[in-house]
């Protein structure tokens, strides 16, 4: 059975940090799939956060996050992570991981298959 397990959210102040990690199991994360980290905030659609290749060799980041947020993966783990800096107000969400075989780092949700079920991160003094 195909899983996917999110960790690390929480409640942070503006300035914090927070590392997420996903946790695979039924498959193996490695270079067959891509990966992407996705969030929703109450009343809006879910978006793209960042999203690594199944190659590695491209990464996506959106704009609100460029700088701040850095994806990784670890093969050996079977697991991803996202390390969030500076953290923000308005970074505060649901923060999802998915995979998908094969294919690059486009980070729309509809192209991702495997979804885990979310980790609520609240940034707010």
């Known amino acids: 059975q195909v899983q996917l397990v999110e960790s690390g959210g929480g409640l942070v102040q503006p300035g914090g940090s927070l590392r997420l990690s996903c946790a695979a199991s039924g498959f193996t994360l490695d270079k067959y799939y891509a990966i992407g980290w996705f969030r929703q905030a109450p009343g809006k659609e879910r978006e793209g956060v960042s999203c690594?290749?199944?190659?590695?060799?491209?990464?996506y980041y959106g704009d609100s996050v460029k700088g701040r947020f850095t994806i990784s993966r670890d093969n050996a783990k079977n697991t991803v992570y996202l390390q969030m800096n500076s953290l923000k107000p308005g970074d505060t969400a649901v923060y999802y991981c998915?995979?998908?075989?094969?294919?690059?780092?486009?980070?729309?949700?509809?192209?991702?298959?495997?979804w885990g079920q979310g980790t609520q991160v609240t940034v707010s003094s």
């Open positions: 998915a995979a998908r075989k094969g294919g690059g780092s486009m980070c729309l949700p509809k192209l991702y298959q495997y």
């Open positions: 690594i290749s199944s190659s590695d060799d491209r990464i």
